[in-house]
Nanobody, 126 residues
């Protein structure tokens, strides 16, 4: 069983930055594919970014490339999402997700992730 807990959300002005953190339990955390997804108001959940277990592969949605950076600390069992140059359209509930399999693709498919956090609200004002 894996438990995930997000933190770091909040209200920020457009152009600002936030850093989301996801704390994970689980003895094999370093092998998990970890992802960030978001659900804007009135819309479906969408892929944001993902990072592989130990070889550092990353993937990003086109909408966040160049602005967001995903990273992980396998000693502290955490995954970070650094969000810069935030836009009002980044407003959403952000979720951390874990997949215990070792496969990389399809990295943006929400259905492959076994565990989800409760989410943290990010609001970007214009």
């Amino acid at each position: 069983q894996v438990q995930l807990a997000e933190s770091g959300g909040g209200l920020v002005q457009a152009g600002g930055s936030l850093r989301l953190s996801c704390a994970a339990s689980g003895r094999s955390f370093s092998s998990y594919v970890m992802g960030w997804f978001r659900q804007p108001p009135g819309k479906e959940r969408e892929f944001v970014a993902a990072i592989s277990g130990s070889d550092g592969n990353t993937a990003y949605a086109d909408s966040v490339k160049g602005r967001f950076t995903i990273s992980r600390d396998n000693v502290r069992n955490t995954v970070l999402l650094q969000m810069n140059s935030l836009k009002p359209e980044d407003t959403a509930v952000y979720y951390c997700a874990a997949d215990q399999s070792t496969r990389w693709y399809p990295v943006s498919d929400a259905s492959r992730y076994n565990y989800w956090g409760q989410g943290t609200q990010v609001t970007v004002s214009s």
